[in-house]
């Protein structure tokens, strides 16, 4: 029987940031360590340390100058790393197109999910009998996906190497498995791909599922660093589901 799976997204880490010596400055008691290395970054450029500007005198202020104009080159300095889970497959592959992310993605090929994790699209678990029709579909293809392992691995009894074997077996078993398969990802990013991320994908405009995990990992990252992500202004939709939107990226 197909399991649904939820979305998890949980921050495993991120940035920390340590005052060189020699260095005649302080980073602003409420600037968290991202914030503070990126005004560092940004004042070790013109070497500004006593804040001559009283405008971007404070960390807050110097940050939202620096999004304001467009430097986002300095925010590359700082990243987050998060686990996701409860991911489809097929959001999953929509994710992988973010080439500027660093990505570690739940293998397939070595471990067989015998319980069958599914992701059900939203539009589909609001209605108990579309619900129940995709279950069971799901249900047929992972029935079929154990009959044909079981009956690839009995094929290949000639491989000596058990672990070869599994891996030559499930490879070509899982191109039956549906897009709703759930996958599993570790990601790094900086935090200009993190907004460039959030931007494209928390838009009323993208897939649902990919919006639910962009609108999750801005909130996330806002907890971590709150005024990187300020400008970000989150609203809801007629269906209930969020979206955001800033005026600095589009």
Not at 28 to 43: C, I, K
Not at 49 to 73: F, S
Request: hydrophobic share 45%.
């Amino acid at each position: 029987m197909a399991v649904e799976s939820e979305l998890d997204v949980q921050l495993i880490a991120a940035t920390q940031f340590t005052l060189p010596t020699g260095v005649d400055w302080a980073a602003d008691e409420t600037a968290t360590d991202a914030e503070a290395l990126v005004e560092f970054a940004g004042r070790a450029c013109y070497e500004t340390w006593e804040k001559p500007n009283p405008h971007t005198r404070a960390n807050d202020a110097y940050l939202r100058h620096i999004i304001d104009v467009g430097h986002d080159a300095l925010l590359e300095h700082a990243t987050a790393t998060l686990y996701i889970r409860g991911l489809s497959r097929s959001a999953g592959n929509e994710l992988l197109r973010h080439r500027h992310f660093s990505f570690s993605q739940l293998s397939q090929r070595y471990v067989h999910s015998g319980a069958g994790e599914v992701v059900v699209p939203d539009a589909i678990a609001e209605d108990e009998d579309l619900r129940r029709l995709f279950l069971r579909a799901v249900d047929d293809a992972r029935f079929v996906h154990d009959e044909l392992l079981a009956a690839l691995e009995e094929n290949m009894a000639a491989e000596s190497n058990a672990l070869l074997r599994a891996k030559k077996a499930r490879q070509a078993a899982r191109a039956i498995l549906p897009n709703a398969t759930e996958t599993r990802f570790v990601v790094t990013g900086n935090y200009r791909t993190w907004r460039a991320f959030i931007a494209a994908r928390a838009s009323e405009h993208a897939d649902t599922e990919i919006r639910a995990l962009a609108i999750r990992c801005l909130e996330i990252l806002r907890e971590q660093s709150p005024v990187l992500f300020s400008d970000f202004l989150v609203s809801e939709l007629a269906d209930g589901s969020k979206m955001a939107t800033t005026p600095y990226l589009s």
